[in-house]
Nanobody, 117 residues
Framework: QVQLVESGGGLVQAGGSLRLSCAAS????????MGWYRQAPGKQRELVAT???????NYADSVKGRFTISRDNAKNTVYLQMNSLKPEDTAVYYC???????????WGQGTQVTVSS
C-alpha cells in the first residue's frame, strides 16, 4: 500500500501564489509518474500536471506558464508551484502516483484551493 499526504492548499486572492506538496510513503518500489489533478464543483476531474520518469513533465494548456511541477525522488515528494492564480483555478486538487511494480494507481485525499477575485 501507498499513502499520500497532501498539504499547501488554502485561500488566495487572484494573482497570488500557492505551493502544493504531496509526500508518498509505504510500499514504494518504482514510482513512474507523480502528478496533480483537480476537480471543480460540477465538473469532471482533470489533469493539471504530471512528471514522469520517462516522458518528463506535461501540463494542461490552462496552466502552462503559470504552474510548475517538480519532484524530489529522494523524498518521494511532488510539488506544484502555482503562480498568477485565477478564480477558475478554484478546485480540489488531488495528488496522483503511478507505481510500476506492481502496476498501481494511488490518489491523495485532496486539498482545497480557492482563488478569490
Amino acid at each position: 500500500q501507498v499513502q499520500l499526504v497532501e498539504s499547501g492548499g488554502g485561500l488566495v486572492q487572484a494573482g497570488g501564489s500557492l505551493r502544493l506538496s504531496c509526500a508518498a510513503s509505504g510500499s514504494i518500489f518504482s514510482i513512474d509518474a507523480m502528478g496533480w489533478y483537480r476537480q471543480a464543483p460540477g465538473k469532471q476531474r482533470e489533469l493539471v500536471a504530471t512528471a514522469t520518469t520517462r516522458l518528463g513533465t506535461n501540463y494542461a494548456d490552462s496552466v502552462k506558464g503559470r504552474f510548475t511541477i517538480s519532484r524530489d525522488n529522494a523524498k518521494n515528494t511532488v510539488y506544484l508551484q502555482m503562480n498568477s492564480l485565477k478564480p477558475e483555478d478554484t478546485a480540489v486538487y488531488y495528488c496522483n502516483v503511478y507505481v510500476l511494480h506492481p502496476p498501481s494507481n494511488y490518489w491523495g485525499q485532496g486539498t482545497q484551493v480557492t482563488v478569490s477575485s
